[in-house]
């Protein structure tokens, strides 16, 4: 069987195309709790769902489950500002 790599050019694409997509999907979140803060504890089950299912996963990465800590980090931080006005 012959594999069929995709060509350098289009996974670059490709990996920008979904980078520009998880920071409108962050920038979004972070709106919405900034907006309804009150929305945090919510937000916090979700996310030890996720990372629970991550974790998981037999061939997740170290590399994945740190960016998926990071993107929750940043999304409490804006929650955490929009508590305090």
């Given at each position: 069987?012959?594999?069929?790599?995709?060509?350098?050019?289009?996974?670059?694409?490709?990996?920008?195309?979904?980078?520009?997509?998880?920071?409108?999907?962050?920038?979004?979140?972070?709106?919405?709790?900034?907006s309804h803060p009150e929305l945090l504890a919510e937000a916090e089950v979700a996310w030890q769902f996720g990372l629970a299912g991550l974790e998981q996963l037999p061939d997740a990465a170290d590399v994945t489950i740190e960016g998926y800590q990071f993107v929750v980090g940043a999304i409490r931080e804006?929650?955490?500002?929009g508590q305090k006005k």
């Open positions: 069987m012959v594999e069929r790599l995709m060509p350098p050019e289009r996974m670059t694409h490709s990996v920008l195309f979904t980078t520009g997509q998880i920071h409108a999907l962050l920038m979004f979140a972070q709106s919405v709790v900034r804006a929650a955490a500002s």
